[in-house]
Structure formats: C-alpha cells, structure tokens
C-alpha cells in the first residue's frame, strides 16, 4: 500500500495539524495516544478478564453432525494472552490465527502489542524498562508519549494503538453508536457522537465538544447539508 506523503509541519498522525511542540505530531494526536493507552488498560485489565465466560444463551457446544466449540471465549482468551502471536496470511491474503485455534481470522494479544511497542520505545532510548503487565508496559508508553511524538513512525505506533482499542472495543460489545452528524472543525474530517445521558456530544477524531449553542449549531449545519 502506497502512503501519500505529508506535507513540511503537518502532523503524520492526522496529517492535518500543524506540528506544535513535538517534531512529527499534533498535541491532540499526543493526547490521543495517551487517551487509547488508558481505555486499552481499562479493557484489558477490568472489562475483557470478566468475559472469559460465553456470552449468555451459549453454550460452546451445537447438536450431533454440527462440530462443538470452547464453551470458553476464545477471542477474548487470545486477546489476554501474551503468547497469541499475530496471524499469518494465506494464499487469498486472509489472516490465520496461530493460537489458540486455527480459525479464519486471528485476535491481536492485548499484552504482547503493548510489550513490542514499550520495547521498541525503551531500544530507542537505549534504556531498560520495567514491564510484564499490561499496566506496566502501558505507563511506560504513555510516559514517553511526548518523546514518540517527536519519532518518524509515531503514526504507525498510534495507528497500532488504535487498532488494539478497536479489537478490544469489539470484544467488550462496546461499540459506539452512529455518528449524528461531521465535525464543525474546518480541518477535521471526523464524525461527532452522542456522549450519552448528560454528557456532552463529541468529536471522535479532534476531540471537540459539543453542547448548548453549539450543538445547536451541528444540527443546522446537519439539516442544511442534509
């Protein structure tokens, strides 16, 4: 896949901002690492070990002439597993898991893409690390958050960041809603959602807030574009 080039000052992140205090990268997109290393810490450490179990109503196990399954949650077992290596590809391009099972599609390890990454950071520095835990491995990071945003490849390491927040997202159920309407922002291109009961609206991309006027605001520009 070609990446089209980013333009002198601009953010490889979101490759619109103006690159402020760090050399490679917009203080919201700094900001957005920080943030998707404290909700995967969240997912992995809270949420996803208390859904090892099947997700109610199944069992693991179908009638005669069907096959059986783990009546456990194999994904989300993978997910927490520092040894569940990413997949392979085979002949059609399509990801294989390696483990747990050899099913057609592969789970990222929660703990073994945080690893990778603190020690690509702390080989960088020519430092060691403490580490061993997702929290661990997860402060590390986020400790040299402002460092990474001054490295070429910080938009590779909040990209991987982002797809380990998405997988974990996935198994948790906890998707977002649709989005209600596209950020007023003149250089965001991202879509607003609902914050939920008494919270305010809010952008997914540039973090922008939306309540009072200027939700007001959104949705005229909504009705007029609509």
């Known amino acids: 896949m070609t990446t089209e080039p980013v333009a002198l000052g601009k953010c490889r992140v979101c490759r619109r901002a103006d690159t402020s205090s760090v050399a490679y990268s917009c203080n919201d997109c700094v900001n957005r690492l920080i943030r998707l290393l404290r909700e995967i810490v969240v997912y992995g450490t809270l949420v996803l070990p208390t859904m090892v179990a099947p997700v109610r109503g199944q069992t693991g196990r179908m009638s005669p002439g069907y096959g059986s399954a783990s009546p456990a949650r194999d994904d989300v077992i993978a997910a927490l597993d520092p040894r569940s290596l990413p997949g392979d590809v085979d002949e059609h391009g399509d990801a294989v898991m ?4 050899d099913a057609g599609s592969w789970v990222a390890s929660i703990p073994g893409r945080l690893a990778y990454l603190a020690n690509a950071i702390a080989e960088e520095r020519d430092e060691s690390r403490p580490g061993g835990t997702i929290t661990a491995d997860a402060d590390y990071i986020r400790a040299n958050a402002w460092w990474l945003g001054g490295q070429e490849w910080v938009d ?3 990209n991987d960041l982002a797809e380990l927040h998405r997988e974990a997202q996935d198994l948790a159920h906890d998707k ?6 596209a950020c007023l922002t003149v250089t965001c291109d991202g879509q607003v959602f609902w914050g939920g009961v008494g919270k305010a609206a809010q ?6 807030t939306y309540d009072g006027l200027d939700l007001v605001r959104l949705e005229a520009a909504q ?4």
């Open 176 to 181: 977002p809603g649709k989005p209600i309407a």
């Open 156 to 158: 590779d390491a909040v």
């Open 203 to 208: 952008c997914r991309d540039c973090r922008r």
């Open 98 to 101: 390696r483990r747990p099972d």
């Open 223 to 226: 009705g007029a574009t609509a």
